[in-house]
């Protein structure tokens, strides 16, 4: 099965989603670097799952729509930095009655 990665469906629809009309408005738009959105166009970097639940929460197209309109037809996309733990290892018992998942400690360091 060959790859096709065409972002330039998908960064069009997103102009046409947000109502502008340069590349450097829709980086503005989606909180990109003019740069890394002409990198998108020119097809020398991928557009990572971060990037687009970014466009999916700025524009309310939904992220499988993205990912049709640039040719993704994977079943999953994996967001980096939430991984699953590995097969045979769970997670730490939670210990007398705390919870397995602790709050982040909010007082000031000292």
């Known amino acids: 099965m060959e790859k096709i990665f065409a972002p330039d469906k998908l ?3 997103l102009s046409q989603e947000l109502r502008v009309r340069s590349d450097k408005q829709l980086a503005k738009a989606l909180g990109l670097s003019a740069d890394v959105l002409c990198q998108l166009r020119r097809r020398r970097i991928p557009v990572t ?3 687009l639940m970014q466009m999916q929460e700025v524009s309310g197209v939904p ?9 993704d037809r994977r079943r999953r ?11 045979g290892k769970a997670a730490p018992p ?3 009655g705390q919870d ?3 709050p982040p ?5 000292a």
């Open 11 to 13: 960064l069009d629809r």
């Open 49 to 51: 799952a971060t990037m």
């Open 63 to 71: 992220v499988d729509t993205l990912r049709a309109l640039m040719g």
């Open 77 to 87: 996309i994996r967001v980096m930095g939430l991984s699953r733990p590995r097969r």
């Open 94 to 96: 939670a210990r007398d």
């Open 100 to 102: 397995a998942v602790r």
């Open 105 to 109: 400690d909010t007082r000031a360091a």
